[in-house]
């Protein structure tokens, strides 16, 4: 999608090739293919190309106050084979909420990638949300 700068002011949709090599890596290609078929739907390419020249345009709508922000809890979850959001990048906003006063927690789920909240083995990932929830606010689980 970043490939083109006229992808900017467009819709774009993954084909399911993209689709397999950026979310479906670690799945079959039949499942991957299934989830394309389900889930898929053409996206801005504007939010992508903010969120790309965040470090180079002062005021962007993409930029985070990870240093100050009071906020809740935050979970981060990776897949160590991610190819969308690789495991290095996740680990990197780890530290960048490191002397943030809100909790920050960060967990890495071996063998998995982008497709990890919808693939078959999306309850394993949701258990370990309500787990973290429930360590935290128990009466809301």
Known sequence: MLG????????????????????????????????FAQWTIPGPGRPLFEDASAAFVRDSPAAVDTHHAIRGPLMLISGTEDHTVPLKVTEAVVKLYADNPSRTD????????????????????????????????PALV
Request: aromatic share 10%; no cysteine.
């Open 4 to 35: 083109n700068p006229a992808n900017r002011k467009r819709t774009v949709a993954l084909t399911a090739d993209q689709f397999h090599y950026g979310f479906g890596n670690t799945l079959s290609r039949e499942e991957s293919d299934a989830l």
């Open 106 to 137: 960060f967990v890495k789920v071996e063998g998995r990638g982008h497709s990890l909240t919808m693939d078959a083995g999306w309850r394993d990932v949701a258990r370990l949300a309500l787990d973290w929830i429930a360590e935290r606010e």
